[in-house]
């Protein structure tokens, strides 16, 4: 059976724009070191007065609704588990160009670059069989959970043709 414990270090309302297919990139300073992850749900962003600034308009309904995971003592929820299926990269003065497949403003990706070129991860986001309250080691990006999560039976969060065609688009603009 397969199982993982390397986990990603996210906002938990980037995490659930992932999963529910609102979102299909991270947009990074750095190339990842890991094919693939949980996508572990954080909470410090959200403890920021004017966090909602941060994110497009449009979404900050859905934002304020997903601000916070479910959390027992020191563990999370954890429902999404991705590969990165590619990392292209793009100047950062384009990566407004790719603001549908983000939740987040332009102006808060170039806040946060500081480098020329943006690496633009593309997810494949599957979705766990069932959701696990799981506990993680300390890290700034990835870390690893205490207990390995099952991968049987994930979902993909997007169809194959309609991950395709995003793919497709994204390398495009």
């Given at each position: ?50 966090y909602l600034e941060s994110f497009q308009p ?17 563990k999370f929820l954890v429902k999404y588990f ?65 207990e390995p999560v099952s991968l049987e039976g ?20």
């Amino acid at each position: 059976m397969a199982q993982i414990t390397k986990c990603l270090n996210e906002w938990n309302a980037t995490v659930e724009a992932l999963g529910q297919g609102k979102q299909t990139i991270l947009i990074r300073n750095y190339n990842t070191t890991l094919p693939n992850f949980i996508l572990y749900p954080t909470v410090s962003y959200a403890l920021k007065d004017n966090y909602l600034e941060s994110f497009q308009p449009k979404y900050r309904d859905f934002v304020e609704e997903n601000a916070l995971p479910l959390k027992e003592n020191s563990k999370f929820l954890v429902k999404y588990f991705a590969k990165v299926e590619k990392v292209i990269e793009k100047p950062v003065s384009r990566v407004g160009s790719l603001k549908n497949y983000y939740i987040w403003t332009s102006e808060h990706v170039k806040s946060y670059m500081n480098t020329p070129k943006a690496k633009v991860w593309i997810l494949r986001v599957y979705e766990l069989k069932e959701p696990v309250m799981a506990e993680r080691t300390r890290g700034m990006r990835y870390a690893n959970l205490l207990e390995p999560v099952s991968l049987e039976g994930i979902k993909p969060v997007l169809t194959d043709s309609e991950f395709l065609k995003t793919v497709r688009e994204i390398q495009n603009k």
